[in-house]
C-alpha cells in the first residue's frame, strides 16, 4: 500500500536532511543556467538522440567497474564536466532524478505511486584534479546524501536560498524490464503505452541515459532556446569527455580538449593567423620623416592658434635637448603636468625624441592619485607650466622643469640623435607610462614600448587610409591610452590633430559646433560621449554647418550597436564610416576592428567586436586555458605584436597577467584581459562584458547592460546606465539612471514597467533616476562612482485611517527602505521584489499574526488593499503578544506603533 510509503516519509528527520542539504549546498554562489534566457511561452521540447557505440559502452562498463563506481556516475562526472565548460562555471549544478524508493521498507518494489524525485547534484570542478579523482569524489559525496534524497526539491532550494538551482535535468533509467516490456506485479500487469508522452520535462535541455548494449544519450530541449545543432554539439562534446573518463582517468579536467579537429584549425590558428612584424623604427623616427616630407604643413590647431609640422618639430627639439642635458635617456620616465593645449603635445613628443616614457599627470586626478603615481613610477623630472603647477602634489622631491624656463630658448632646435641621447634609442625602449585602475584599489602602470605604437598604425593602415588630407581631433585626456591613437595617427601620417579644450569636450552642442568649424574627418569616441553627441546633433536644426566626418572610431567601452540607429537614420550608411575597436591599455589602445552598418544595427546583432588587428591572435579560453568551443563564452586572452612590456615595478603582477601562450611560439606571452567574450559561427567576436562588472542580485548573475539596453529602448530615455548600489547594509539593489531624450518628461515608475516587460522581475532596477546628464570621468567613460543615490519618498497621499493602515504602512516603509509611506503607495512601485515581499509577509505575520500570501501581495501592493484583504486572512503561526518585552526599547516604526497599541490595551 502506497500508505506504507506516506507513513514512512512522516517518520524521517526533516530538520537533519535540511541540514544535510544545507551543508552539500553551501557556499554555492548562483544557479547553473544553461539557456541562453528564461522561457516566456510553452513549447513542446524536440529530441536530439545519439547512440554510443558497442566498444564504446563496454570500454565504459569496465572503467567503471574498475574504479569501483556506477557508470551512471561516470555519466553524472562527465556532463558536469561539460555543463562547466559551456557555462564558464567551476562550481555547477543539475537536476538529477531518483527512484525514491527505500530500500528499508518492505515491499518497496512492487508498491504502485509516484516515488521518484527530483535533487540538485553539485559537482566543483578544479581544473588541476585527476578524472579519476573527481569521479570518486561525486559518488561518495551523493552516497551521504542518500538518507535525505526524501526531502522534496522545493524545500532544498529554499535551504539553498534560491529560486531555482538549476535548468538542466539529467534521467539514467535503470529500472529492469521485462523482455516484451511487461511486467506482472501482485496480479497487476503492467505495459508501455504508446503515443502517449516521451520523456517530456519543463527543464529546457533534459538528458535521458538509457543503459543497454549501447548506451542510448537522448536529449530533450526546447527549440525556442536551444538550436538542434546546438544540441548535436553538445552531444558530441559530452562523448568527447566521456571518451577522455574511458581512455585516461588520471588525466586533469582542465586538459580535457571539446574540441574537434576541423573546430580546433578554425579557431587555432584559422581565426588567428597573427603575422609577427617587428618594428626597426620609433616614433620619433617616423615623426621626423613626416616632417622633412611636409615641413610647411600644419600639425597642431587650438582654437585660432596653429603650429606647422616644421615649427612643432624644433619646439619639442629644444625641450628635447634640455632633457637630455639634465641625463634624461631610455630607461627614464619624465612626468608631465601640461594642461590639455599644444604645449602639451610638445612635452609628449619632446620627451620621446630624449628617449624617455612620458608619464600624464591629468589635473582632473585627485592629488592622492597623482603622488601615488609619482611615488611609485621614480620620475627623473616633472615638465609643467602655468597654474597646472598645482597639479603637483606638495612636497615632491621630483625635479620640476617648467616650460617657460629661459634655457628652453636657448636650446638647439635640430633632431637630436643616438649620439647626443644617454645611449641608443631602440624600439623595444618604453614610450610611456599609463596607469590603470587596479584590483587591489592601487592603481597600476603600464610600459609600453615605442614598436608597439609604430605596428600599430602600420597594421591597421589598410583599413583607415589615414593622410595628410584627414583632420583628427585631441578629444581624450592624454592620460587614457585612446590619446595615442589620436596623436600618432593624424601626426605619423601627415594629418591636422585638433586639440579640443577640456571645457569643449563636456559639451556635446560646443563640441559639435568644433567639429563642423574644423571639418574633422576622423572622429574617435568612447560610446558614452558619442551617445550626448548623437543627442546634440538630433537637437540642432538642419540649417547648421555640415559634418565632414568620414570615419568615427569607437573604443574604451562596450558599445551598444542598437543605441546607434538614430545615427544611422540621420546619416547615409556610407558617410561616415562606424568602426568599432575593442582595445585594453596593457595591448596597446586596439585589438579588434568590426566596420559597422546600419542593417547590421537593425539586426541587434549585441557588442560585435569584429576580427583581430593582424598581427595580434586572440583566444577565448576557460579556466583550464583550454579554448572553447564557438558559441560559449569564455575570457578573452591577446597574444602578438601589442602587448606592452608589463606593470612598471610589478613584476609579480606582470607574472599573473602576461602569462606564457601554450599556442604560440617558445617565450611567447598573452594577456589575461579579464573581459567575457565569445565566438560566433561566422568568425566574428562577440564582447559580453566585464566578468568583474557583472552583479549578483538575489542569487542571478546579472549583466548591467542588459537592463541599459531594455531601458534605452524606451523612446523618452536618450541615455542609461545601471549599476548595483548598496546603501543600506545587506540590501543590494539595482539602481537605473537616464538621461530624458528631447522633449520628454520620462517617469522613474513607467521606465521599471518598461523594463520589467523585458526583463525578469530579478533584473527590474528599483529605482530609476532622472538627470540631465551622465557624469564622465577624464577620460570620457561612465563615472561611476558620481552617480547619486535614489532618492527614495514616498508619492503623498492619503494617510492611514486605521491602526492596521498605520502598521502597514509602517512595515512597507521599514522593508523598502523609505521613511514613510501613504495608503496607495504601491509596494513594487517603490522598488519591491519577490524577495522582499517575502520578508514584508514575515514581517506581518509576526506584528499582526495574520498569514498574507504572496498573490494577496500581487494583486493588492498597495496599503489600503492589503489592509481590505486582512479581515479574510487566516490566523498567523506565531503570536506577537508573548515576543514583546517592556525591558526593550522599540526600534523600528512598525514597533513603536505596536508598543503604543499594546500600552492602550493592557496598560503601561
Not at 574504479?67 to 537536476?95: C, E, H, K, P, Y
Not at 505511486?113 to 584534479?129: H, K, Q, S, V, Y
Not at 492611514?800 to 516603509?813: D, N, S, V
Given at each position: 500500500p502506497f500508505r506504507d510509503y506516506l507513513d514512512w516519509l512522516r517518520r524521517q528527520d526533516g530538520p537533519a536532511a535540511e541540514a544535510a542539504w544545507r551543508e552539500a549546498l553551501q557556499g554555492l554562489e548562483e544557479p547553473t543556467r544553461l539557456a541562453p534566457r528564461r522561457p516566456t511561452a510553452a513549447t513542446?521540447?524536440?529530441?536530439?538522440?545519439?547512440?554510443?557505440?558497442?566498444?564504446?559502452?563496454?570500454?565504459?562498463?569496465?572503467?567503471?567497474?574498475?574504479?569501483?563506481?556506477?557508470?551512471?556516475?561516470?555519466?553524472?562526472?562527465?556532463?558536469?564536466?561539460?555543463?562547466?565548460?559551456?557555462?564558464?562555471?567551476?562550481?555547477?549544478?543539475?537536476?538529477?532524478?531518483?527512484?525514491g524508493r527505500p530500500a528499508e521498507l518492505p515491499g518497496i518494489e512492487a508498491m504502485v505511486?509516484?516515488?521518484?524525485?527530483?535533487?540538485?547534484?553539485?559537482?566543483?570542478?578544479?581544473?588541476?584534479?585527476p578524472l579519476q579523482a573527481l569521479l570518486v569524489r561525486l559518488q561518495d559525496e551523493q552516497s551521504r546524501l542518500l538518507a535525505h534524497q526524501h526531502l522534496g526539491l522545493t524545500r532544498i532550494q529554499q535551504v539553498a536560498g534560491f529560486p531555482d538551482l538549476f535548468d538542466t535535468l539529467l534521467v539514467f533509467e535503470n529500472y529492469p524490464t521485462a523482455a516484451a516490456g511487461e511486467r506482472a506485479i501482485s496480479g497487476l500487469s503492467v505495459a508501455q503505452a504508446e503515443g502517449f508522452g516521451g520523456d517530456v520535462s519543463h527543464y529546457p535541455l533534459g538528458l535521458l541515459v538509457l543503459p543497454g548494449e549501447q548506451i542510448q544519450l537522448r536529449f530533450g530541449f526546447r527549440p525556442d532556446l536551444f538550436e538542434r545543432e546546438a544540441v548535436e554539439a553538445i552531444a558530441t562534446r559530452l562523448q568527447r569527455v566521456l571518451d577522455a573518463i574511458i581512455s585516461d582517468p588520471t588525466r586533469a579536467v582542465g586538459t580535457i580538449d571539446l574540441l574537434g579537429v576541423e573546430e580546433r584549425a578554425r579557431l587555432l590558428p584559422g581565426w588567428n593567423a597573427a603575422g609577427q612584424a617587428v618594428s626597426v623604427e620609433t616614433v620619433p623616427d617616423l615623426f621626423e620623416a613626416q616632417v622633412r616630407r611636409t615641413p610647411d604643413a600644419v600639425a597642431l590647431v587650438l582654437g585660432a592658434e596653429s603650429v606647422s609640422y616644421a615649427e612643432l618639430n624644433r619646439r619639442a627639439n629644444r625641450l628635447a635637448h634640455v632633457l637630455i642635458s639634465r641625463g634624461v635617456g631610455p630607461e627614464d620616465i619624465v612626468a608631465l603636468a601640461v594642461p590639455r593645449s599644444v604645449s602639451m603635445v610638445v612635452s609628449v613628443l619632446a620627451v620621446l625624441k630624449a628617449g624617455a616614457a612620458y608619464l600624464p599627470l591629468d589635473p582632473e586626478y585627485p592629488p592622492e592619485r597623482l603622488g601615488y603615481m609619482l611615488e611609485d613610477a621614480g620620475p627623473r623630472c616633472i615638465i609643467t607650466t602655468g597654474t597646472a603647477v598645482s597639479a603637483i602634489p606638495a612636497g615632491s622631491p621630483v625635479p620640476v622643469l617648467r616650460l617657460e624656463d629661459p634655457v628652453l630658448s636657448a636650446a638647439p632646435e635640430h633632431d637630436?640623435?643616438?649620439?647626443?641621447?644617454?645611449?641608443?634609442?631602440?624600439?623595444?625602449?618604453?614610450?610611456?607610462?599609463?596607469?590603470?585602475?587596479?584590483?587591489?584599489?592601487?592603481?597600476?602602470g603600464v610600459l609600453v614600448p615605442h614598436r608597439n605604437v609604430v605596428r600599430l598604425f602600420d597594421a591597421t593602415d589598410h583599413w583607415f587610409s589615414p593622410g595628410a588630407d584627414d583632420v583628427w581631433t585631441l578629444f581624450h585626456s592624454y592620460a587614457f591610452d585612446f590619446s595615442v591613437w589620436e596623436i600618432w595617427g593624424a601626426l605619423l601620417r601627415g594629418g591636422r590633430l585638433v586639440v579640443v579644450p577640456f571645457a569643449v569636450s563636456r559639451s556635446p552642442v560646443e563640441f559639435r559646433d568644433l567639429l563642423a568649424r574644423e571639418k574633422v574627418t576622423v572622429l574617435n569616441q568612447t560610446p558614452s560621449a558619442f551617445y550626448q553627441l548623437m543627442q546634440a546633433e538630433s537637437d540642432e536644426p538642419t540649417s547648421r554647418q555640415a559634418l565632414s566626418l568620414r570615419c568615427i572610431v569607437f573604443g574604451g567601452e562596450a558599445l551598444d550597436l542598437e543605441r546607434l540607429a538614430p545615427w544611422y537614420r540621420r546619416h547615409p550608411d556610407d558617410a561616415p564610416i562606424l568602426v568599432n575597436m575593442y582595445g585594453i591599455t596593457e595591448t596597446t589602445v586596439h585589438v579588434t576592428h568590426r566596420r559597422l552598418s546600419q542593417s547590421l544595427v537593425a539586426g541587434g546583432a549585441g557588442s560585435l567586436i569584429g576580427e583581430p588587428i593582424p598581427d595580434l591572435a586572440v583566444y577565448v579560453l576557460d579556466g583550464g586555458l583550454q579554448p572553447v568551443p564557438v558559441g560559449v563564452s569564455g575570457e578573452l586572452y591577446v597574444a602578438g605584436a601589442g602587448l606592452a612590456r608589463g606593470y612598471l615595478n610589478r613584476p609579480g603582477l606582470t607574472s599573473e597577467r602576461f602569462v606564457a601562450c601554450p599556442f604560440g611560439g617558445p617565450g611567447e606571452r598573452m594577456y589575461r584581459t579579464g573581459d567575457v567574450a565569445r565566438w560566433r559561427p561566422d568568425g566574428e567576436l562577440e564582447y559580453q562584458g566585464r566578468a568583474d562588472e557583472q552583479v549578483k542580485i538575489r542569487g542571478f548573475r546579472i549583466e548591467p547592460g542588459e537592463i541599459e539596453a531594455a531601458l534605452g529602448s524606451h523612446p523618452a530615455v536618450a541615455h542609461a546606465a545601471v549599476i548595483a548600489r548598496e546603501d543600506h547594509p545587506g540590501q543590494k539593489q539595482l539602481v537605473g539612471y537616464v538621461v530624458a531624450a528631447s522633449g520628454t518628461s520620462p517617469d522613474g515608475a513607467d521606465l521599471r514597467r518598461h523594463v520589467g516587460q523585458r526583463l525578469p522581475e530579478h533584473m527590474v532596477p528599483s529605482a530609476v533616476v532622472v538627470l540631465e546628464a551622465l557624469p564622465l570621468t577624464p577620460n570620457g567613460k561612465l563615472d561611476r562612482k558620481a552617480l547619486p543615490a535614489p532618492e527614495r519618498?514616498?508619492?503623498?497621499?492619503?494617510?492611514?485611517?486605521?491602526?492596521?493602515?498605520?502598521?502597514?504602512?509602517?512595515?512597507?516603509?521599514?522593508?523598502?527602505?523609505?521613511?514613510?509611506?501613504?495608503?496607495?503607495?504601491?509596494?513594487?512601485?517603490?522598488?519591491?521584489?519577490?524577495?522582499?515581499?517575502?520578508?514584508?509577509?514575515?514581517r506581518i505575520r509576526s506584528s499582526l499574526g495574520v498569514e498574507v500570501t504572496i498573490r494577496s501581495l500581487f494583486e493588492a501592493p498597495t496599503v489600503s488593499g492589503l489592509a481590505e484583504r486582512l479581515g479574510t486572512a487566516r490566523p498567523g503561526r506565531a503570536g506577537l503578544a508573548r515576543q514583546v518585552r517592556p525591558e526593550r526599547l522599540p526600534l523600528s516604526y512598525a514597533q513603536q506603533r505596536l508598543w503604543f497599541l499594546f500600552r492602550l490595551e493592557e496598560g503601561p
Open positions: 513542446m521540447p524536440e529530441t536530439v538522440s545519439v547512440a554510443l557505440t558497442t566498444e564504446q559502452t563496454s570500454a565504459l562498463t569496465r572503467q567503471a567497474r574498475r574504479l569501483g563506481l556506477t557508470v551512471n556516475t561516470l555519466v553524472q562526472g562527465a556532463w558536469g564536466i561539460l555543463l562547466g565548460r559551456l557555462t564558464g562555471r567551476d562550481d555547477v549544478v543539475f537536476g538529477v532524478t531518483v527512484s505511486g509516484l516515488l521518484i524525485n527530483t535533487l540538485p547534484l553539485r559537482l566543483r570542478l578544479r581544473p588541476a584534479e637630436p640623435g643616438d649620439g647626443e641621447r644617454t645611449a641608443r634609442l631602440r624600439p623595444g625602449h618604453p614610450a610611456y607610462v599609463i596607469y590603470t585602475s587596479g584590483s587591489t584599489g592601487r592603481p597600476k519618498v514616498s508619492a503623498g497621499g492619503r494617510v492611514a485611517r486605521t491602526a492596521q493602515e498605520e502598521i502597514l504602512c509602517g512595515l512597507f516603509a521599514e522593508v523598502l527602505g523609505l521613511e514613510r509611506v501613504g495608503i496607495d503607495d504601491g509596494f513594487f512601485d517603490h522598488g519591491g521584489h519577490s524577495l522582499l515581499a517575502t520578508h514584508l509577509i514575515g
